[in-house]
């Protein structure tokens, strides 16, 4: 009795955590894919960058980023909504979302070792 008991309640249990996980959720329509979406971070975590270093009013500076993010999604030809879900769809997929990151942080990296070279400082 007590076996039987004791692997209902472990069924009971594998239920109720099944119940509790959200389905794979699918792709949007417009996936941005991956080596587009590298660039694009990389060109919006320099403009955070530019913005952050011009030392403005934060409304300024709020305008001023969210202007030159336009220019950014138009000179990659993505629209908003559509980074926007791709970035969603790939921060579900923790993987996804490292293996951007690691190619971003490595190629700012080697930005600024060329520019370091170039300037002629450590």
């Known amino acids: 009795m007590k076996i ?8 009971l249990l594998g239920l109720f955590t099944q119940c509790g996980r959200p389905e794979e959720p ?19 975590h320099l403009l955070e ?15 001023l980023f969210n202007q030159q993010l336009k220019d950014i999604y138009w000179r990659h030809e993505v629209e908003e909504d559509v980074f926007r879900q791709s ?5 579900v997929h923790d993987k996804d979302l490292e293996q951007l990151y690691a190619t971003v942080i490595d190629s700012l990296g080697q930005r600024e070792i060329k520019l370091n070279e170039a300037t002629g400082s450590k």
């Not at 270093?53 to 300024?60: K, V, W």
Request: proline share 6%; aromatic share 10%.
């Open 4 to 11: 039987s008991l004791f692997a209902f309640l472990l069924l």
């Open 26 to 44: 699918t792709p949007p329509a417009k996936l941005v894919p991956q080596d587009k979406m590298v660039a694009l971070l990389i060109d919006i």
């Open 49 to 63: 960058a530019r913005v952050e270093a011009a030392s403005m009013q934060a409304d300024s500076a709020r305008a």
């Open 87 to 91: 970035y969603q769809y790939y921060a």
